[in-house]
């Protein structure tokens, strides 16, 4: 079964900034837009969401289920697509105390595109990859025929999509980052991109977990290590949707000089990595990054 959402999109677009703090050290930087490859499944979250949509169709299936945090914009990502799809979905939050506050606009966003709000407890939610907790979840949630889409919709399916990413950009830049959460899009990036070109994720959680779950993502995908990729794990500012004052005040001059909306958990902190990078002579002159925009505010 097609849809029109679920249709090969266009090449979002890649233009050159000028930014002194990357010419001054003969690099230069491009912006792979991916934040405008679809009006309302922004970058990174259409390219892992629409081959698992797509399965989800093709399968018969009335329902989604996945998960994430109370700021999760994957969550909102399912709900939007839910509704342009015709499909109920279904998202399991992680912290069960959430459930006596109002809803933040996120998950007011979710509530409002349809989706179904199921809360959890931390500890519960922590174990939800064990097959006995995940039944339990699934169960409680009222979502055990759902098509499951696992947090941040990082799977196999979903490397076939950023691998589209990669490929893409095959001869474009050097060196082409991209802010990870679970790691997929970088997977799948690293996969389609061509030789001699390298993939920089930067993790906006701490934990320095990524590495072994990008190599598990890639050994389902694709039967074992794919491109060249490597990750820059100090840049978290603090965790996930952490934004202190420093990361706030570089947020708002980027978005002063390039007339760019800076989505602040993910997008920041990788302009923020690629500026110090830059800026410490991680990159030798004459290179050409790209960084791939994967959201909007």
């Known amino acids: 079964m097609s849809h029109p959402e679920l249709r090969q999109r266009p090449p979002s677009p890649l233009h050159e900034v000028r930014d002194e703090r990357f010419s001054v050290h003969g690099v230069r930087l491009l912006l792979k837009r991916d934040d405008l490859v679809h009006p309302q499944l922004p970058g990174n979250k259409w390219r892992k969401l629409a081959p698992n949509l797509r399965a ?13 945090g109370a700021y999760s914009n994957h969550l909102r990502a399912t709900a939007a697509a839910g509704r342009l799809l015709g499909l109920d979905t279904v998202g399991i939050v992680r912290g069960e105390e959430l459930a006596r506050r109002p809803l933040n606009d996120v998950l007011a966003r979710c509530a409002a595109d349809g989706m179904r709000l199921h ?32 947090e941040g919709g990082s799977n196999a399916r979903a490397l076939t999509g950023c691998a589209e990413l990669g490929s893409e950009l095959r001869g474009a830049a050097d060196v082409v980052a991209v802010a990870c959460g679970t790691g997929g899009t970088l997977a799948g990036l690293a996969a389609g991109l061509g030789p001699g070109q390298r993939a920089l994720g930067v993790p906006v959680l701490a934990g320095g977990f990524l590495g072994a779950e ?18 820059a794990e100090e840049f978290h500012h603090g965790g996930y949707a952490r934004v202190p004052a420093a990361l706030e005040a570089f947020a708002a ?29 991680a990159f030798p002159r004459g290179t050409t990054l790209a960084a791939v925009i994967t959201g909007r505010p």
């Open 214 to 231: 990008i190599r598990s993502l890639q050994r389902a995908a694709f039967g074992g290590p794919a491109g060249d990729w490597a990750l």
């Open 253 to 281: 001059d980027f978005e002063s000089r390039h007339g760019l909306p800076v989505e602040r958990i993910y997008v920041a902190k990788l302009l923020w990595a690629l500026t110090e990078l830059t800026g410490s002579g």
């Open 56 to 68: 989800a169709l093709e399968g018969g299936y009335r329902a989604v289920v996945t998960f994430g």
């Open 119 to 150: 809360f959890v407890s931390r500890s519960e939610y922590r174990h939800k990859a064990e097959p006995e907790v995940l039944a339990r979840l699934l169960e409680g949630a009222g979502a055990s025929g759902a098509y499951a889409v696992p």
